[in-house]
T-cell receptor, first 110, second 114 residues
Framework: GENVEQHPSTLSVQEGDSAVIKCTYS??????FPWYKQELGKRPQLIID?????GEKKDQRIAVTLNKTAKHFSLHITETQPEDSAVYFC?????????FGTGTSLTVIP | EAGVAQSPRYKIIEKRQSVAFWCNPI?????LYWYQQILGQGPKLLIQ????????DSQLPKDRFSAERLKGVDSTLKIQPAKLEDSAVYLC????????????FGPGTRLTVL
């Protein structure tokens, strides 16, 4: 099955700084690349996604970049705020199989 | 639009007992997923339904877990008998169609096996 890894596993940043989380995957057939945010005790919620025909997508303070050749995609959060503190999961898929990464715990220090 | 509904929200049982979880996806969503999320880990797909047919159950421990979606709408996941390592949050998610796209998750059922 798909091998999905996230780095780093934990990340602490000062409020206002940027955060970057990287996801590597093994299935070259993957064509949909979402990032989910999960706050403590809550359900995962999609925050941004990208499809394989696009290299970068931005939504206000959040962006995702994709490198299909190297099989990795990254989540970028700028001007971080305390409410960005959560666990972030990548979940690349080929449309038939679904594997979530191990998660990155982000803490934004006020 | 109503979201994905799950019940119960919490369940505590003893090992070797049986338990069932229920999920009602967003109206009109053809694809339904059951995930197991152990504390500190990412969700792990147990089974995926497209309407009332199974698309993928390769990671479902079939000796103790079963799931059905008889009418292509709501679904039940059963564990019989439960083991200590089944303690986890069981998440249900749905999408309008298969093939990738945003998954809408329910609130989950937190299972504790003693």
């Amino acid at each position: 099955g798909e091998n999905v890894e996230q780095h780093p596993s934990t990340l602490s940043v000062q409020e206002g700084d940027s955060a970057v989380i990287k996801c590597t995957y093994s299935d070259s057939a993957s064509n949909y690349f979402p990032w989910y945010k999960q706050e403590l005790g809550k359900r995962p919620q999609l925050i941004i996604d990208i499809r394989s025909n696009v290299g970068e997508k931005k939504d206000q303070r959040i962006a995702v970049t994709l490198n299909k050749t190297a099989k990795h995609f990254s989540l970028h959060i700028t001007e971080t705020q305390p409410e960005d503190s959560a666990v972030y999961f990548c979940a690349p898929t080929n449309g038939n199989q679904f594997y979530f990464g191990t998660g990155t715990s982000l803490t934004v220090i006020p | 639009e109503a979201g994905v509904a799950q019940s119960p929200r919490y369940k505590i049982i003893e090992k070797r007992q049986s338990v069932a979880f229920w999920c009602n996806p967003i109206s009109g969503h053809a694809t339904l997923y059951w995930y197991q999320q152990i504390l500190g880990q990412g969700p792990k797909l147990l089974i995926q339904f497209q309407n009332n047919g199974v698309v993928d159950d390769s990671q479902l421990p079939k000796d103790r877990f079963s799931a059905e979606r008889l009418k292509g709408v709501d679904s039940t996941l059963k564990i019989q008998p439960a083991k200590l390592e089944d303690s986890a949050v069981y998440l249900c998610a749905s999408t309008p169609v298969g093939g990738g796209g945003e998954q809408f998750f329910g609130p989950g059922t937190r299972l504790t096996v003693l």
